[in-house]
């Protein structure tokens, strides 16, 4: 089946600092790809789809500044939290797929401290 | 606007029979999908109806009513390891394809 590999697992890093986060489609080209967070014991919240070679669309009252995407190829998109605070601490989670069938990566623990 | 209401908790015996409604309201529909992610760890694919009827996957059945934009996620053969947080998910469609989660259905199976 699909794979959908997302790195780091988790990141810890300090107030102000940047966090990218890489998703990765390992054996299928994905032209569209999701970002997710999930706060604890919450659903999954879309923040933005990712379209190859083109400008992120980013989901109302998510700042497009501060989560910036690129998708470069058909197999990488990258979300990079920018000067990060306490508050974005959450788990992070990309997607790709299509029709419903959706392949999830396991996900980014992010804690800003 | 899209929204999904699904029970927030529910709770079964193990080798039990436990059904997880789903209802929702959106402008556009073209399936709904379910999703089990343990804690921790990442949504898994469960099933997805984008016609009338029940799907069948092994000890999971997924249900929809597409008149009464409904649908349900019907479990047999409870495990210990089915406890987990299940979602329902509206692939609208719209634009790109993009999923809308309901707000998760916490199953804890006991002995």
């Known amino acids: 089946g699909a794979v959908v590999s997302q790195h780091p697992s988790r990141v810890i890093c300090k107030s102000g600092t940047s966090v990218k986060i890489e998703c990765r489609s390992l054996d299928f080209q994905a032209t569209t790809m999701f970002w997710y967070r999930q706060f604890p014991k919450q659903s999954l919240m879309l923040m933005a789809t990712s379209n190859e070679g083109s400008k992120a669309t980013y989901e109302q009252g998510v700042e497009k500044d501060k989560f910036l995407i690129n998708h470069a190829s058909l197999t990488l998109s990258t979300l990079t939290v920018t000067s990060a605070h306490p508050e974005d601490s959450s788990f992070y989670i990309c997607s790709a797929g299509d029709s419903g069938d959706y392949t999830f990566g396991s996900g980014t623990r992010l804690t800003v401290v | 606007g899209q929204s999904l209401e699904q029970p927030s908790e529910v709770t079964a015996v193990e080798g039990a029979i436990v059904q997880i409604n789903c209802t929702y309201q959106?402008?556009?529909?073209?399936?709904l999908s379910w999703y089990q992610q343990h804690d921790g760890g990442a949504p898994t694919f469960l099933s997805y109806n984008a016609l009338d009827g029940l799907e069948e996957t092994g000890r999971f059945s997924s249900f929809l009513s597409r008149s009464d934009s409904y649908g349900y996620l019907l479990l047999q053969e409870l495990q210990m390891k089915d406890s987990a947080s299940y979602f329902c998910a509206i692939y609208s469609g719209a634009g790109s394809y993009q999923l809308t989660f309901g707000k998760g259905t916490k199953l804890s199976v006991i002995p």
């Open positions: 959106t402008s556009g529909f073209y399936g």
